[in-house]
Structures are given as structure tokens and as C-alpha cells.
């Protein structure tokens, strides 16, 4: 799986003045847009339901990258 940068090269200022940066990788972009879409279903169990189960932060952000990970493979495909 290739992992490469989600966005062209930016310019992030720091304490020396400014500096070429990567920026978030494209698994981390993934992932972000996945917990977005998780985040928001309303298919999502609500940890307060009564008889549901907790669903936690370590959960839904499991699951992010695991469809990260699942949209890195398919593009190699």
C-alpha cells in the first residue's frame, strides 16, 4: 500500500521562518472521511440506546482506518 501524501506540497510556517510540508498522508485523509461518514449515519448505535451496545471513539476510529486501509488496496488493484 502505497501512502502517499493527501494534498501537494504546503507551506507551514515555523519557529525559522517557513518550510515545504507533505501535509496529512492519504490514509489519514481516508480515515478522516470515513469517520465522517461512520460518525454521521444515523444507522450509527447511539451509546446511550437503551439494550445497544457502547460504541467507543477506539471503535469508530478502528473501523476508519480499516476502510483506509481497504481504500489503499483498491487503488493498487
Sequence with gaps: MKNE???????????????ISGGMTLRDYF??????????SPR???PAAQGGFD????????LSYK??????KARQE
Excluded: C, W, Y
Design 55 to 62: 460504541v467507543t471513539d477506539v471503535m469508530v476510529a478502528d
Design 31 to 40: 480515515a478522516a472521511k470515513a469517520m465522517q461518514g461512520l460518525i454521521a
Design 44 to 46: 450509527m448505535p447511539s
Design 5 to 19: 501524501p493527501a494534498f501537494a506540497n504546503q507551506l507551514e510556517r515555523n519557529r525559522d521562518g517557513f518550510a
Design 67 to 72: 476502510m483506509a486501509d481497504a481504500m489503499l
